[in-house]
Protein backbone atom coordinates (compact mmCIF):
# COMPACT_ATOMS: atom_id res chain seq x y z
CA UNK A 1 0.00 0.00 0.00
CA UNK A 2 0.92 3.23 -0.86
CA UNK A 3 1.01 6.39 1.00
CA UNK A 4 -2.19 8.35 0.79
CA UNK A 5 -0.51 11.71 -0.14
CA UNK A 6 2.08 10.14 -2.82
CA UNK A 7 -0.01 9.08 -5.73
CA UNK A 8 1.97 10.39 -8.44
CA UNK A 9 0.10 10.06 -11.52
CA UNK A 10 2.37 9.27 -14.24
CA UNK A 11 1.94 8.15 -18.49
CA UNK A 12 4.72 7.00 -19.69
CA UNK A 13 5.15 6.56 -23.62
CA UNK A 14 1.26 6.24 -23.94
CA UNK A 15 -0.56 5.70 -27.22
CA UNK A 16 -3.94 4.49 -28.21
CA UNK A 17 -5.75 3.69 -30.92
CA UNK A 18 -9.64 2.26 -31.46
CA UNK A 19 -9.79 -0.37 -34.22
CA UNK A 20 -12.83 1.29 -36.19
CA UNK A 21 -14.03 -1.24 -39.06
CA UNK A 22 -10.89 -3.37 -39.21
CA UNK A 23 -8.74 0.17 -39.22
CA UNK A 24 -6.77 1.38 -36.32
CA UNK A 25 -7.60 5.26 -35.73
CA UNK A 26 -4.91 6.76 -33.42
CA UNK A 27 -6.66 8.57 -30.25
CA UNK A 28 -3.20 9.34 -28.28
CA UNK A 29 0.01 10.22 -29.10
CA UNK A 30 3.47 9.29 -27.08
CA UNK A 31 1.80 10.90 -24.03
CA UNK A 32 4.37 11.74 -21.38
CA UNK A 33 3.15 13.22 -18.49
CA UNK A 34 3.46 13.34 -14.45
CA UNK A 35 0.81 14.94 -12.25
CA UNK A 36 1.96 15.70 -8.91
CA UNK A 37 -0.39 15.24 -5.57
CA UNK A 38 -2.55 18.27 -4.62
CA UNK A 39 -2.23 19.77 -8.59
CA UNK A 40 -5.30 20.84 -10.10
CA UNK A 41 -4.26 19.74 -13.67
CA UNK A 42 -6.71 21.13 -16.61
CA UNK A 43 -6.83 19.77 -19.93
CA UNK A 44 -8.15 21.85 -22.57
CA UNK A 45 -8.68 20.88 -26.28
CA UNK A 46 -10.42 21.01 -29.30
CA UNK A 47 -13.57 18.04 -29.18
CA UNK A 48 -12.36 14.75 -30.51
CA UNK A 49 -8.66 15.23 -29.45
CA UNK A 50 -8.11 12.16 -26.87
CA UNK A 51 -9.27 14.43 -23.66
CA UNK A 52 -11.41 11.88 -22.42
CA UNK A 53 -9.20 8.71 -23.55
CA UNK A 54 -6.88 9.91 -21.31
CA UNK A 55 -9.11 10.02 -18.49
CA UNK A 56 -10.77 7.24 -19.09
CA UNK A 57 -6.98 5.20 -19.56
CA UNK A 58 -6.75 6.46 -15.87
CA UNK A 59 -9.65 5.66 -14.86
CA UNK A 60 -8.64 2.04 -15.91
CA UNK A 61 -11.90 1.87 -17.90
CA UNK A 62 -9.36 0.59 -20.91
CA UNK A 63 -6.12 -0.01 -21.47
CA UNK A 64 -3.55 1.68 -23.55
CA UNK A 65 -2.55 0.05 -26.64
CA UNK A 66 1.26 0.88 -25.77
CA UNK A 67 2.96 2.18 -22.95
CA UNK A 68 2.09 2.06 -19.38
CA UNK A 69 -0.40 4.59 -16.35
CA UNK A 70 0.65 4.30 -13.28
CA UNK A 71 -0.62 5.53 -10.11
CA UNK A 72 1.62 5.84 -6.95
CA UNK A 73 3.90 3.71 -9.02
CA UNK A 74 1.58 0.49 -9.38
CA UNK A 75 0.32 0.28 -13.20
CA UNK A 76 -3.24 0.65 -13.58
CA UNK A 77 -4.85 -2.33 -14.19
CA UNK A 78 -8.90 -1.46 -13.77
CA UNK A 79 -10.73 0.82 -11.75
CA UNK A 80 -10.24 1.79 -8.20
CA UNK A 81 -11.58 3.57 -5.44
CA UNK A 82 -8.34 5.77 -5.09
CA UNK A 83 -9.67 7.51 -8.60
CA UNK A 84 -13.00 8.86 -8.13
CA UNK A 85 -14.36 9.92 -11.66
CA UNK A 86 -17.35 12.68 -11.94
CA UNK A 87 -18.33 11.81 -15.69
CA UNK A 88 -20.16 14.54 -18.00
CA UNK A 89 -23.82 13.27 -17.54
CA UNK A 90 -24.43 12.87 -14.02
CA UNK A 91 -24.26 9.04 -13.18
CA UNK A 92 -26.64 9.24 -9.92
CA UNK A 93 -28.49 6.02 -9.34
CA UNK A 94 -32.62 6.39 -9.48
CA UNK A 95 -32.99 3.71 -7.14
CA UNK A 96 -31.44 5.17 -4.19
CA UNK A 97 -32.41 8.79 -2.31
CA UNK A 98 -29.40 11.60 -2.93
CA UNK A 99 -28.09 10.76 0.46
CA UNK A 100 -27.78 7.24 -0.30
CA UNK A 101 -26.19 7.86 -3.58
CA UNK A 102 -23.62 10.16 -1.61
CA UNK A 103 -22.95 6.74 0.75
CA UNK A 104 -22.66 4.09 -1.89
CA UNK A 105 -18.62 4.51 -1.95
CA UNK A 106 -18.28 4.36 2.09
CA UNK A 107 -21.13 1.48 2.03
CA UNK A 108 -19.42 -0.58 -0.37
CA UNK A 109 -16.10 -0.71 1.21
CA UNK A 110 -18.13 -1.78 4.68
CA UNK A 111 -17.83 1.73 6.75
CA UNK A 112 -20.17 1.49 9.54
CA UNK A 113 -24.05 3.03 9.36
CA UNK A 114 -22.45 5.76 11.81
CA UNK A 115 -19.68 6.92 10.00
CA UNK A 116 -20.83 7.00 6.53
CA UNK A 117 -23.80 8.90 7.51
CA UNK A 118 -21.55 11.75 8.86
CA UNK A 119 -19.40 11.77 5.89
CA UNK A 120 -22.99 11.84 3.64
CA UNK A 121 -23.67 14.64 5.97
CA UNK A 122 -20.41 16.25 5.45
CA UNK A 123 -20.22 16.40 1.85
CA UNK A 124 -24.08 16.95 1.12
CA UNK A 125 -23.71 20.58 3.54
CA UNK A 126 -20.30 21.06 1.30
CA UNK A 127 -22.23 20.70 -2.04
CA UNK A 128 -25.53 22.37 -0.73
CA UNK A 129 -27.88 19.51 -1.03
CA UNK A 130 -28.36 19.00 2.60
CA UNK A 131 -31.68 19.72 2.52
CA UNK A 132 -32.70 17.75 -0.26
CA UNK A 133 -31.01 14.54 0.80
CA UNK A 134 -34.13 12.70 0.90
CA UNK A 135 -35.31 13.42 -2.63
CA UNK A 136 -34.10 11.22 -5.32
CA UNK A 137 -31.72 12.48 -8.23
CA UNK A 138 -34.59 12.85 -11.03
CA UNK A 139 -36.43 15.51 -8.80
CA UNK A 140 -33.13 17.70 -8.77
CA UNK A 141 -31.79 19.84 -11.51
CA UNK A 142 -29.18 19.48 -13.61
CA UNK A 143 -26.89 21.38 -11.67
CA UNK A 144 -27.96 19.88 -8.57
CA UNK A 145 -27.32 16.35 -10.46
CA UNK A 146 -24.15 17.04 -10.93
CA UNK A 147 -23.21 19.07 -7.23
CA UNK A 148 -24.60 15.63 -5.73
CA UNK A 149 -22.84 13.46 -8.34
CA UNK A 150 -19.75 15.25 -6.82
CA UNK A 151 -20.77 14.84 -3.59
CA UNK A 152 -20.42 11.19 -4.35
CA UNK A 153 -16.79 11.08 -5.09
CA UNK A 154 -15.75 13.03 -2.70
CA UNK A 155 -17.14 11.19 0.46
CA UNK A 156 -15.44 7.89 -0.88
CA UNK A 157 -12.50 10.04 -0.34
CA UNK A 158 -10.20 9.05 -3.21
CA UNK A 159 -6.92 10.64 -3.58
CA UNK A 160 -7.20 11.83 -7.28
CA UNK A 161 -10.71 13.03 -8.81
CA UNK A 162 -11.09 12.77 -12.68
CA UNK A 163 -13.85 15.36 -13.71
CA UNK A 164 -14.84 14.60 -17.85
CA UNK A 165 -16.22 17.95 -18.53
CA UNK A 166 -18.40 17.71 -15.26
CA UNK A 167 -20.02 21.45 -16.07
CA UNK A 168 -20.35 21.12 -20.07
CA UNK A 169 -23.79 20.53 -19.73
CA UNK A 170 -25.07 23.49 -17.65
CA UNK A 171 -26.13 26.90 -17.75
CA UNK A 172 -23.80 29.99 -17.70
CA UNK A 173 -24.52 31.17 -14.27
CA UNK A 174 -24.71 27.54 -12.74
CA UNK A 175 -21.42 26.46 -14.16
CA UNK A 176 -19.79 29.64 -12.38
CA UNK A 177 -21.29 28.72 -8.86
CA UNK A 178 -20.11 25.53 -9.25
CA UNK A 179 -16.78 26.37 -10.61
CA UNK A 180 -16.11 28.35 -7.11
CA UNK A 181 -17.36 25.72 -5.37
CA UNK A 182 -15.32 23.13 -6.64
CA UNK A 183 -12.44 25.55 -6.15
CA UNK A 184 -13.37 25.94 -2.60
CA UNK A 185 -13.59 22.51 -2.34
CA UNK A 186 -10.16 21.43 -3.42
CA UNK A 187 -8.38 24.25 -1.39
CA UNK A 188 -10.14 22.61 1.92
CA UNK A 189 -9.29 18.79 0.87
CA UNK A 190 -6.29 19.04 -0.79
CA UNK A 191 -6.84 16.28 -3.92
CA UNK A 192 -5.45 15.90 -6.64
CA UNK A 193 -8.11 17.06 -9.59
CA UNK A 194 -7.53 15.87 -13.77
CA UNK A 195 -10.04 18.32 -14.93
CA UNK A 196 -10.97 18.30 -18.49
CA UNK A 197 -12.84 21.00 -20.42
CA UNK A 198 -13.39 22.44 -23.97
CA UNK A 199 -13.55 25.85 -22.46
CA UNK A 200 -10.21 27.72 -22.21
CA UNK A 201 -11.56 30.25 -19.78
CA UNK A 202 -12.93 27.42 -17.35
CA UNK A 203 -9.23 25.71 -17.98
CA UNK A 204 -7.03 28.45 -16.98
CA UNK A 205 -9.67 29.55 -14.28
CA UNK A 206 -10.18 26.67 -12.28
CA UNK A 207 -6.20 24.93 -13.08
CA UNK A 208 -2.77 25.71 -11.25
CA UNK A 209 -1.68 23.86 -14.38
CA UNK A 210 -3.38 24.36 -17.87
CA UNK A 211 -2.40 21.58 -20.11
CA UNK A 212 -3.41 21.59 -24.28
CA UNK A 213 -4.10 18.97 -25.99
CA UNK A 214 -3.93 18.85 -30.14
CA UNK A 215 -5.95 17.76 -32.38
CA UNK A 216 -6.05 13.73 -33.21
CA UNK A 217 -4.64 12.26 -32.42
CA UNK A 218 -4.14 13.91 -29.06
CA UNK A 219 -0.36 14.68 -27.99
CA UNK A 220 0.34 17.53 -25.21
CA UNK A 221 1.80 21.05 -26.83
CA UNK A 222 1.40 23.17 -24.12
CA UNK A 223 2.03 22.89 -20.28
CA UNK A 224 1.83 25.74 -18.03
CA UNK A 225 1.36 26.91 -14.28
CA UNK A 226 -1.26 29.04 -13.73
CA UNK A 227 -2.10 30.37 -10.29
CA UNK A 228 -5.12 32.38 -10.71
CA UNK A 229 -6.66 29.69 -8.12
CA UNK A 230 -3.57 28.88 -6.05
CA UNK A 231 -3.42 29.92 -2.63
CA UNK A 232 -5.51 31.24 0.12
CA UNK A 233 -6.16 34.32 -1.66
CA UNK A 234 -10.09 35.46 -2.21
CA UNK A 235 -10.08 37.89 -5.14
CA UNK A 236 -13.11 38.11 -7.10
CA UNK A 237 -14.13 36.04 -10.12
CA UNK A 238 -14.56 38.74 -12.26
CA UNK A 239 -11.37 40.67 -10.62
CA UNK A 240 -9.40 37.87 -11.74
CA UNK A 241 -10.68 37.45 -15.30
CA UNK A 242 -9.37 40.61 -15.73
CA UNK A 243 -6.01 40.92 -14.77
CA UNK A 244 -3.39 41.05 -18.01
CA UNK A 245 -1.39 37.33 -16.66
CA UNK A 246 -5.16 35.89 -17.10
CA UNK A 247 -5.98 37.09 -20.38
CA UNK A 248 -2.54 36.71 -21.37
CA UNK A 249 -2.47 32.73 -20.58
CA UNK A 250 -6.03 32.50 -22.08
CA UNK A 251 -4.89 34.12 -25.57
CA UNK A 252 -1.48 31.68 -25.44
CA UNK A 253 -4.09 28.71 -24.17
CA UNK A 254 -6.18 29.69 -27.06
CA UNK A 255 -3.54 29.84 -29.90
CA UNK A 256 -1.97 26.54 -28.70
CA UNK A 257 -4.96 24.56 -29.38
CA UNK A 258 -5.82 26.23 -32.70
CA UNK A 259 -2.18 25.78 -33.93
CA UNK A 260 -1.51 21.64 -34.03
CA UNK A 261 2.20 22.04 -34.63
CA UNK A 262 2.46 24.14 -31.49
CA UNK A 263 5.66 23.03 -29.40
CA UNK A 264 5.40 23.15 -26.05
CA UNK B 1 -28.20 25.60 7.57
CA UNK B 2 -30.58 28.29 6.47
CA UNK B 3 -28.04 29.90 4.13
CA UNK B 4 -28.40 26.71 1.97
CA UNK B 5 -31.33 26.34 1.88
CA UNK B 6 -31.53 29.97 0.35
CA UNK B 7 -28.89 29.34 -1.96
CA UNK B 8 -29.72 26.57 -4.19
CA UNK B 9 -33.83 27.54 -4.22
CA UNK B 10 -34.11 28.97 -7.89
CA UNK B 11 -32.41 25.62 -9.02
CA UNK B 12 -35.14 23.51 -8.06
CA UNK B 13 -36.52 22.72 -11.26
CA UNK B 14 -39.49 19.71 -11.21
CA UNK B 15 -40.92 20.41 -7.71
CA UNK B 16 -44.81 21.43 -8.05
CA UNK B 17 -46.01 24.80 -8.13
CA UNK B 18 -47.26 26.03 -5.17
CA UNK B 19 -51.11 26.83 -6.08
CA UNK B 20 -51.13 23.02 -7.68
CA UNK B 21 -51.95 20.16 -5.70
CA UNK B 22 -55.18 20.38 -4.65
CA UNK B 23 -56.66 21.51 -8.50
CA UNK B 24 -54.51 18.83 -9.79
CA UNK B 25 -56.11 16.30 -7.81
CA UNK B 26 -59.58 17.45 -8.45
CA UNK B 27 -58.65 16.76 -12.06
CA UNK B 28 -57.39 13.84 -11.86
CA UNK B 29 -60.09 12.24 -10.27
CA UNK B 30 -62.96 13.94 -12.78
CA UNK B 31 -60.45 12.26 -15.24
CA UNK B 32 -61.09 8.78 -13.45
CA UNK B 33 -65.13 8.92 -13.20
CA UNK B 34 -65.07 10.12 -16.91
CA UNK B 35 -63.28 7.09 -17.68
CA UNK B 36 -65.03 4.23 -15.19
CA UNK B 37 -68.03 6.17 -16.76
CA UNK B 38 -67.25 5.10 -20.20
CA UNK B 39 -66.21 1.54 -19.21
CA UNK B 40 -69.60 1.15 -17.86
CA UNK B 41 -71.13 2.28 -20.50
CA UNK B 42 -69.24 0.26 -22.67
CA UNK B 43 -69.97 -2.93 -20.55
CA UNK B 44 -73.70 -2.20 -20.68
CA UNK B 45 -74.25 -2.15 -23.98
CA UNK B 46 -72.31 -5.01 -24.40
CA UNK B 47 -74.48 -6.99 -22.20
CA UNK B 48 -77.68 -5.61 -24.07
CA UNK B 49 -76.69 -6.84 -27.16
CA UNK B 50 -76.17 -10.49 -25.68
CA UNK B 51 -79.29 -10.30 -24.18
CA UNK B 52 -81.17 -8.82 -27.16
CA UNK B 53 -79.69 -11.57 -29.43
CA UNK B 54 -80.53 -14.50 -27.13
CA UNK B 55 -83.94 -12.89 -26.40
CA UNK B 56 -84.66 -12.48 -30.13
CA UNK B 57 -83.87 -16.42 -30.38
CA UNK B 58 -81.34 -15.67 -33.26
CA UNK B 59 -79.03 -18.53 -32.01
CA UNK B 60 -79.74 -21.56 -29.96
CA UNK B 61 -78.81 -20.95 -26.22
CA UNK B 62 -76.65 -24.25 -26.47
CA UNK B 63 -73.99 -22.08 -28.45
CA UNK B 64 -75.17 -18.54 -26.80
CA UNK B 65 -77.04 -19.06 -23.42
CA UNK B 66 -78.35 -15.07 -22.14
CA UNK B 67 -76.73 -13.48 -19.75
CA UNK B 68 -79.73 -14.52 -17.06
CA UNK B 69 -78.07 -18.48 -17.68
CA UNK B 70 -75.03 -17.61 -16.98
CA UNK B 71 -75.34 -15.51 -14.21
CA UNK B 72 -77.72 -18.76 -12.50
CA UNK B 73 -74.68 -21.30 -13.71
CA UNK B 74 -72.46 -19.06 -11.72
CA UNK B 75 -74.56 -19.09 -8.60
CA UNK B 76 -75.30 -22.74 -8.74
CA UNK B 77 -71.70 -22.87 -8.76
CA UNK B 78 -70.75 -20.97 -5.96
CA UNK B 79 -73.54 -22.84 -3.48
CA UNK B 80 -75.20 -26.35 -2.72
CA UNK B 81 -78.27 -27.33 -4.88
CA UNK B 82 -80.33 -30.56 -6.00
CA UNK B 83 -78.23 -32.59 -8.06
CA UNK B 84 -81.11 -31.89 -10.74
CA UNK B 85 -84.99 -30.22 -10.34
CA UNK B 86 -87.02 -32.27 -8.37
CA UNK B 87 -84.04 -34.44 -7.08
CA UNK B 88 -83.38 -35.02 -3.05
CA UNK B 89 -79.76 -35.36 -3.45
CA UNK B 90 -77.79 -31.56 -2.44
CA UNK B 91 -73.89 -31.15 -4.24
CA UNK B 92 -71.66 -28.88 -3.36
CA UNK B 93 -71.04 -25.96 -6.37
CA UNK B 94 -69.66 -27.98 -9.45
CA UNK B 95 -68.04 -31.17 -9.27
CA UNK B 96 -67.81 -30.84 -5.56
CA UNK B 97 -65.90 -27.40 -5.26
CA UNK B 98 -67.47 -23.86 -5.20
CA UNK B 99 -66.87 -21.86 -8.20
CA UNK B 100 -64.43 -19.65 -5.84
CA UNK B 101 -62.47 -22.97 -4.41
CA UNK B 102 -61.96 -23.84 -8.19
CA UNK B 103 -60.17 -20.50 -8.82
CA UNK B 104 -58.38 -20.44 -5.66
CA UNK B 105 -57.02 -23.98 -6.97
CA UNK B 106 -55.74 -22.54 -9.75
CA UNK B 107 -54.19 -19.25 -8.65
CA UNK B 108 -52.32 -21.48 -6.14
CA UNK B 109 -50.37 -23.38 -9.45
CA UNK B 110 -49.97 -20.17 -10.55
CA UNK B 111 -48.55 -18.55 -8.00
CA UNK B 112 -46.15 -21.34 -7.33
CA UNK B 113 -45.32 -21.91 -10.76
CA UNK B 114 -44.74 -18.25 -11.47
CA UNK B 115 -43.05 -17.73 -8.09
CA UNK B 116 -40.52 -20.76 -9.51
CA UNK B 117 -39.78 -18.57 -12.47
CA UNK B 118 -39.00 -15.56 -10.66
CA UNK B 119 -36.68 -17.58 -8.15
CA UNK B 120 -35.19 -19.59 -11.51
CA UNK B 121 -35.48 -16.80 -14.29
CA UNK B 122 -33.75 -13.76 -12.58
CA UNK B 123 -31.01 -15.19 -11.76
CA UNK B 124 -30.01 -17.30 -14.65
CA UNK B 125 -30.98 -14.18 -16.29
CA UNK B 126 -28.32 -12.15 -14.86
CA UNK B 127 -25.97 -14.80 -15.47
CA UNK B 128 -26.55 -15.24 -19.11
CA UNK B 129 -26.83 -11.40 -19.55
CA UNK B 130 -23.82 -11.01 -17.92
CA UNK B 131 -20.79 -13.78 -18.86
CA UNK B 132 -20.67 -16.09 -21.95
CA UNK B 133 -23.64 -18.68 -20.82
CA UNK B 134 -25.99 -16.18 -22.41
CA UNK B 135 -24.39 -16.89 -25.81
CA UNK B 136 -25.10 -20.11 -25.28
CA UNK B 137 -28.24 -20.85 -23.69
CA UNK B 138 -30.17 -18.76 -25.41
CA UNK B 139 -31.24 -20.91 -28.74
CA UNK B 140 -32.89 -23.16 -25.74
CA UNK B 141 -34.12 -20.54 -23.95
CA UNK B 142 -35.96 -19.34 -27.17
CA UNK B 143 -36.77 -23.09 -28.45
CA UNK B 144 -38.20 -23.65 -25.32
CA UNK B 145 -40.66 -20.10 -25.22
CA UNK B 146 -41.36 -20.51 -28.70
CA UNK B 147 -43.00 -23.95 -27.98
CA UNK B 148 -46.84 -24.10 -27.26
CA UNK B 149 -48.01 -25.41 -23.84
CA UNK B 150 -50.29 -28.07 -24.97
CA UNK B 151 -47.86 -29.87 -27.09
CA UNK B 152 -45.46 -31.26 -23.92
CA UNK B 153 -48.22 -31.11 -21.24
CA UNK B 154 -48.43 -34.74 -22.44
CA UNK B 155 -44.70 -35.43 -22.10
CA UNK B 156 -44.72 -34.01 -18.08
CA UNK B 157 -47.75 -35.98 -17.21
CA UNK B 158 -45.47 -39.17 -18.06
CA UNK B 159 -42.83 -37.65 -16.03
CA UNK B 160 -44.43 -36.03 -13.35
CA UNK B 161 -47.85 -37.86 -12.93
CA UNK B 162 -51.11 -36.68 -13.25
CA UNK B 163 -51.54 -35.10 -10.31
CA UNK B 164 -50.34 -31.16 -9.16
CA UNK B 165 -46.39 -31.69 -10.26
CA UNK B 166 -47.15 -32.13 -13.77
CA UNK B 167 -49.69 -28.86 -13.92
CA UNK B 168 -47.17 -26.32 -12.02
CA UNK B 169 -44.31 -27.69 -13.86
CA UNK B 170 -45.63 -26.57 -17.22
CA UNK B 171 -46.89 -22.99 -15.55
CA UNK B 172 -43.14 -22.82 -14.52
CA UNK B 173 -41.72 -23.35 -17.68
CA UNK B 174 -44.63 -21.30 -19.83
CA UNK B 175 -43.58 -18.31 -16.85
CA UNK B 176 -39.78 -18.78 -16.59
CA UNK B 177 -38.49 -17.93 -20.40
CA UNK B 178 -40.44 -14.89 -20.38
CA UNK B 179 -38.81 -13.61 -17.16
CA UNK B 180 -35.21 -14.81 -17.96
CA UNK B 181 -35.32 -12.95 -21.61
CA UNK B 182 -36.76 -9.59 -19.69
CA UNK B 183 -34.05 -9.51 -17.15
CA UNK B 184 -31.24 -9.84 -19.87
CA UNK B 185 -32.71 -7.34 -21.74
CA UNK B 186 -32.72 -5.66 -18.63
CA UNK B 187 -29.01 -6.12 -17.93
CA UNK B 188 -27.85 -5.24 -21.52
CA UNK B 189 -29.73 -2.37 -21.28
CA UNK B 190 -27.51 -0.99 -18.14
CA UNK B 191 -25.35 2.06 -19.07
CA UNK B 192 -22.19 1.39 -19.41
CA UNK B 193 -20.87 4.76 -17.34
CA UNK B 194 -23.58 3.03 -14.65
CA UNK B 195 -21.31 0.52 -14.13
CA UNK B 196 -18.00 2.44 -14.47
CA UNK B 197 -19.02 4.64 -12.21
CA UNK B 198 -19.37 2.21 -9.21
CA UNK B 199 -16.44 0.40 -10.47
CA UNK B 200 -15.09 3.76 -9.85
CA UNK B 201 -16.32 3.52 -6.02
CA UNK B 202 -14.31 0.25 -5.50
CA UNK B 203 -17.42 -1.79 -6.31
CA UNK B 204 -16.20 -5.97 -6.24
CA UNK B 205 -17.60 -7.87 -9.50
CA UNK B 206 -20.06 -9.24 -7.02
CA UNK B 207 -20.90 -5.79 -5.83
CA UNK B 208 -21.45 -4.13 -9.17
CA UNK B 209 -24.35 -6.84 -10.00
CA UNK B 210 -25.91 -6.72 -6.79
CA UNK B 211 -25.74 -2.88 -6.41
CA UNK B 212 -25.63 -1.45 -10.29
CA UNK B 213 -26.83 -4.37 -12.66
CA UNK B 214 -30.00 -5.53 -10.39
CA UNK B 215 -31.96 -2.43 -10.01
CA UNK B 216 -30.98 -1.15 -12.81
CA UNK B 217 -33.01 -3.89 -14.52
CA UNK B 218 -36.04 -4.46 -12.24
CA UNK B 219 -38.30 -2.06 -14.44
CA UNK B 220 -37.32 -4.67 -17.40
CA UNK B 221 -37.81 -7.56 -15.05
CA UNK B 222 -41.19 -6.60 -13.52
CA UNK B 223 -42.64 -6.01 -17.17
CA UNK B 224 -41.43 -10.08 -17.72
CA UNK B 225 -43.58 -10.74 -14.53
CA UNK B 226 -46.29 -9.11 -15.89
CA UNK B 227 -45.53 -10.83 -19.14
CA UNK B 228 -45.41 -14.00 -17.38
CA UNK B 229 -48.25 -14.10 -15.22
CA UNK B 230 -50.24 -13.55 -18.02
CA UNK B 231 -49.13 -15.92 -20.26
CA UNK B 232 -49.28 -18.65 -17.31
CA UNK B 233 -53.13 -17.52 -17.25
CA UNK B 234 -53.41 -18.58 -20.47
CA UNK B 235 -51.90 -21.70 -19.79
CA UNK B 236 -53.43 -22.75 -16.77
CA UNK B 237 -56.35 -24.57 -19.19
CA UNK B 238 -54.09 -26.91 -20.99
CA UNK B 239 -52.13 -27.50 -17.55
CA UNK B 240 -55.89 -28.70 -15.72
CA UNK B 241 -57.39 -30.54 -19.01
CA UNK B 242 -56.16 -33.91 -17.57
CA UNK B 243 -57.46 -34.29 -13.68
CA UNK B 244 -57.79 -30.46 -13.37
CA UNK B 245 -60.42 -30.67 -10.66
CA UNK B 246 -60.07 -28.32 -8.65
CA UNK B 247 -59.18 -26.10 -10.72
CA UNK B 248 -61.04 -23.26 -12.93
CA UNK B 249 -59.21 -23.57 -16.36
CA UNK B 250 -60.50 -27.80 -16.20
CA UNK B 251 -63.77 -26.92 -14.89
CA UNK B 252 -64.14 -24.54 -18.32
CA UNK B 253 -63.03 -27.43 -19.89
CA UNK B 254 -65.10 -30.61 -18.38
CA UNK B 255 -68.29 -27.91 -18.51
CA UNK B 256 -67.30 -27.28 -22.28
CA UNK B 257 -67.29 -31.33 -22.83
CA UNK B 258 -70.44 -31.66 -21.23
CA UNK B 259 -72.23 -29.06 -23.26
CA UNK B 260 -72.98 -26.83 -19.97
CA UNK B 261 -72.54 -23.52 -22.26
CA UNK B 262 -73.72 -21.04 -19.38
CA UNK B 263 -70.79 -22.56 -16.79
CA UNK B 264 -68.34 -22.90 -19.82
CA UNK B 265 -68.71 -18.64 -19.99
CA UNK B 266 -69.00 -17.79 -16.52
CA UNK B 267 -65.57 -19.95 -15.90
CA UNK B 268 -64.43 -17.54 -18.80
CA UNK B 269 -65.33 -14.50 -17.34
CA UNK B 270 -64.27 -15.28 -13.91
CA UNK B 271 -60.86 -16.22 -15.12
CA UNK B 272 -60.67 -13.03 -17.60
CA UNK B 273 -61.59 -10.46 -14.54
CA UNK B 274 -59.03 -12.53 -12.34
CA UNK B 275 -56.25 -12.20 -14.39
CA UNK B 276 -57.29 -8.63 -15.19
CA UNK B 277 -57.29 -8.20 -11.49
CA UNK B 278 -53.96 -9.45 -10.93
CA UNK B 279 -51.87 -7.99 -13.98
CA UNK B 280 -53.43 -4.24 -12.27
CA UNK B 281 -51.79 -5.27 -9.03
CA UNK B 282 -48.31 -5.95 -10.28
CA UNK B 283 -48.87 -3.15 -12.27
CA UNK B 284 -49.33 -0.75 -8.69
CA UNK B 285 -46.48 -2.63 -7.61
CA UNK B 286 -44.12 -1.49 -10.80
CA UNK B 287 -45.03 1.95 -9.02
CA UNK B 288 -44.03 1.55 -6.17
CA UNK B 289 -40.84 -0.37 -6.66
CA UNK B 290 -40.01 1.18 -9.97
CA UNK B 291 -40.78 5.38 -9.02
CA UNK B 292 -38.28 5.95 -11.49
CA UNK B 293 -39.08 4.43 -14.41
CA UNK B 294 -39.62 6.95 -17.41
CA UNK B 295 -37.70 9.61 -15.66
CA UNK B 296 -34.56 8.64 -15.08
Not at chain 1, 48 to 76: H, I, N, P, Q, W
Not at chain 2, 103 to 111: F, G, Y
Amino acid sequence: MTDRHDRRVEFRGVRHHFTVGGAAVPALDRIDLTIEPGEFVTLAGPSGCGKTTLLRLLAGFMTASEGTVAVGGDAVRGPGEERGVVFQQPTLYPWLSVRRNVELGPKLRGVSAHDRAETASRYLEMVGLADFEKHRPYELSGGMQQRCQIARVLANEPDIVLMDEPFGALDALTRERLQSELLEIWRATGRTILFITHSVDEAVFLGSRVLVMSPRPGRIVLDRPAVFSDGGVRVPADEIRALPEYVALCDEVRGAIHAPTAVA
Amino acid sequence: MTQTVAAPAPEVAPSTPAAGPQDHRRERRRHRLKLLALHASTLLLLLSAWWFVTAMEWVSPLYLPPPGDVWDAFVRANTDHPVAAGSDRIVRGEQGYYLWEHLIASLQRIAIGVGAAIVVGIPLGLVMGTTWLGVVLEPYLNFLRSLPPLAYIGLLIVWFGIGDTSKVWLLFLAAFPPIAMATISGVHGVRQDQVNAVRSLGASRRQVLTAVVLPASTPDILTGIRVATGFAWTTVVAAEIANGIPGIGGLAYLAGNQLQTALVIACIVVIGIAAILLDLGLKSLEKVLVPWRGKA
